[in-house]
């Protein structure tokens, strides 16, 4: 079975075309810069008909089914589903809470039924991995109307990336967690999906109890262009002193914080890095308050689960960054975790467990793959529909 994967942002569409028999990627590729000056792509159907023959052989279609990311699935949808417009329905519903994402998601659905008709089509969603949390985690400490009117609550992203990593320490490392006597199916799992997005889940007993990301992804770490977590005072101080108005606001948190506005020099953390090496001052202070950050979400959920038997590192930054990966693990020394030195000294680590067999805690990097999760998820659905 062949499947091809498209995950669609507002101004890109990337996509990748799997062999599911032979798990490999027969082809891939990016196309950005969509609508944007200067560019000869305009729409997300031009996108798609430019892919067209990257996917086809002799003008015949070379796959069985599509799987496309759809960022928020609200509380409609806690599995992957085949397409139909009452689908498309209820992702048109949940746009509000994601007015970056699903319309493009959306706009990439309906390019598909447009050019590639009668091919089967489903929705993976970021959000549902997380609807395992209960009431006590997903709620906020609002007058309950709110949540009742608008399902105005906690529902986390990024969940494709942290479920893919959890079945991959499922699958994959029973054998390797030597200083665990429980089975793989009761461990309390921490999950760290760090790259310009960023996110951290709690994972007990195969369930998410919570994770940091809430009603849309500005809440949690501090990321790129995002200030994560404040005082929600700040917003009408901000209203009142500077006269802005509540979209100023908005782009402000969403648009202008972290990274961009903590640095002043760039909202991509490979140019921090970069920039920390020539001793940037507000790069370097960037990255302290990015660590402190992910220590005291780790260490609160190691105290929600009571404590934790694994932590997962994942995405970009943790996959490749040694130099962050050694400062957060001196920070959890309390933990009795110690760095295999020998096995994290490359900045490219992947798929391997950089804590010593004597850690209590035991400290894995696995590469994420969001696009073979879909694939995945597809096939599955399918198969079994």
């Given amino acids: ?33 969509i609508w944007e000056n200067g560019s000869e792509i ?74 590639i008709p009668g091919v089967v089509q489903v929705a993976v969603f970021d959000t549902a991995f997380h609807q395992t949390m209960e009431p006590a985690h997903y709620l906020y400490a609002l007058p309950t109307k709110y949540y009742e009117t608008y399902k105005i609550r906690r529902y986390g992203f990024h969940g494709i990336s942290h479920q893919y990593v959890y079945e991959q320490l499922i ?35 195969g369930k998410v109890i919570e994770t940091s990301m809430g009603i849309t992804p500005l809440e949690g770490l501090m990321m ?9 005072a700040i917003i009408p101080y901000l209203m009142t002193h500077e006269s802005m108005t509540a979209d100023e606001v908005s782009n402000l948190l969403n648009k202008q914080s972290w990274l961009l506005g903590v640095s002043w020099v760039s909202n991509d953390m490979r140019d921090i890095f970069a920039w920390i090496e020539q001793w940037n001052k507000k790069c370097s202070l960037a990255l302290d308050m990015y660590i402190n950050s992910l220590v005291k ?31 957060l693990l001196e920070k959890l020394s309390w933990m009795w975790i110690t760095l295999d030195v020998e096995t994290n000294k490359n900045d490219a680590v992947l798929e391997k467990i950089i804590s010593t067999p004597n850690s209590k805690t035991t400290v894995i990097v696995i590469p994420t793959n969001e696009e073979y999760m879909i694939a995945k998820e597809t096939k599955q659905l399918i198969f079994h529909s």
């Fill in 1 to 33: 079975m062949k499947i091809l994967v498209i995950n669609a942002w507002s101004s890109s569409l990337k996509y990748q075309l799997f062999d599911m028999e032979k798990n490999v990627v027969i082809v891939k590729w990016n196309i950005e810069h």
């Fill in 224 to 232: 790129w262009t995002r200030s994560g977590n404040i005082d929600p």
């Fill in 42 to 115: 305009k729409t997300h159907t031009e996108a798609l008909h430019s892919i067209l023959p990257d996917i086809s052989v002799d003008g015949k279609l070379e796959f069985d089914a599509i799987g496309h990311r759809v960022v928020h699935g609200g509380e409609y949808f806690q599995q992957p589903v085949i397409i139909t417009d009452e689908v498309i329905a209820r992702i048109e519903e949940c746009s509000d809470l994601a007015p970056l994402h699903n319309p493009a998601n959306l706009e990439a659905i309906f390019a598909c039924k447009k050019l």
């Fill in 297 to 327: 979400y780790i260490w609160s959920y190691t105290a929600l689960l009571w404590w934790v038997d694994v932590i997962i590192l994942t995405a970009w930054i943790m996959e490749h960054r040694t130099i962050l990966r050694t400062i």
């Fill in 171 to 205: 699958t994959n490392y029973k054998l390797q967690i030597t200083n665990l006597k429980k089975s793989v199916n009761d461990l309390k799992v921490i999950t760290c999906h760090i790259w310009n997005w960023a996110s951290i889940t709690a994972i007990k007993n």
